[in-house]
């Protein structure tokens, strides 16, 4: 079985400051990693996804991931934020094979706050 | 390209009372999924259906839960009984089947059982 954890349920921060939101994994098997964005009342946006490749994937609105496997992690970074980003911020693991493709493992969410 | 539509958006029920959500998904996307979101939890899969068989119902609760997809295309998910604990936004998510593993995702249907 996957699981991921979010080491980081809220994280405060500044505006036009840099933010990393943690992600750690844990699975027997490889898995393709994500991060989703989730605006108030609204789904699940896809922020960025890791297929296979380069380790460092870059993404929507300035955002950027780097695929640890030896750490098994998956953080995401942006080097400067906006008022805008203020979001919960979910990572998601989905395994590679089969009619399993799609059946992603969340974690808890991390509510990033950004203030003025 | 229009996404995946929902309704209804919100839904306030008492205990006991029954409830049902209907989702459409991307035209052309033969996979359909049903997530619950429990408040302060990332989304948990309760259902998975290719075209209009089911995949993976393993984390449906089945005694008060039952989902359909007769015609390959929009889908059911209904509750009845429903509990306090079934207080949640229902996420439908659908993809095209071969290829990309990116699911899109619809804007959630949020349920209150009071």
């Known amino acids: 079985a996957q699981s991921v954890t979010q080491l980081d349920s809220q994280v405060p921060v500044f505006e036009e400051a840099p933010v990393e939101l943690r992600c750690n994994y844990s699975?027997?098997?490889?898995?393709?990693l994500f991060w989703y964005v989730q605006y108030p009342n609204q789904g699940l946006q896809l922020l960025l996804k890791y297929l296979s490749g380069s380790t460092l994937v870059k993404g929507i609105n300035g955002f950027e991931a780097e695929f640890n496997k030896s750490q098994t992690s998956f953080h995401l970074r942006k080097p400067s934020v906006h008022i805008s980003d203020t979001a919960e911020y979910f990572c998601a693991v989905g395994l590679t094979g089969g009619t399993s493709y799609g059946k992603l493992t969340f974690g808890q969410g991390t509510i990033l706050t950004v203030h003025p | 390209e229009a996404g995946v539509a929902q309704s209804p958006r919100y839904k306030i029920i008492e205990k006991r009372q029954s409830v049902a959500f209907w989702c459409n998904p991307i035209?052309?996307?033969?996979?359909l999924y049903w997530y619950q979101q429990i408040l302060g939890q990332g989304p948990k899969l309760l259902i998975q259906?290719?075209?209009?068989?089911?995949?993976?119902d393993s984390q449906l609760p089945k005694d008060r839960f039952s989902a359909e997809r007769l015609k390959g295309v929009d889908s059911t998910l209904k509750i009845q009984p429903a509990k306090l604990e079934d207080s949640a936004v229902y996420l439908c998510?659908?993809?095209?089947?071969?290829?990309?593993?990116?699911?899109?995702f619809g804007a959630g249907s949020r349920l209150t059982v009071l």
């Open positions: 699975s027997s098997v490889s898995v393709y």
């Open positions: 998510a659908s993809r095209i089947t071969a290829g990309a593993n990116v699911l899109t």
């Open positions: 259906f290719q075209n209009n068989g089911v995949v993976d």
């Open positions: 035209s052309g996307h033969a996979t």
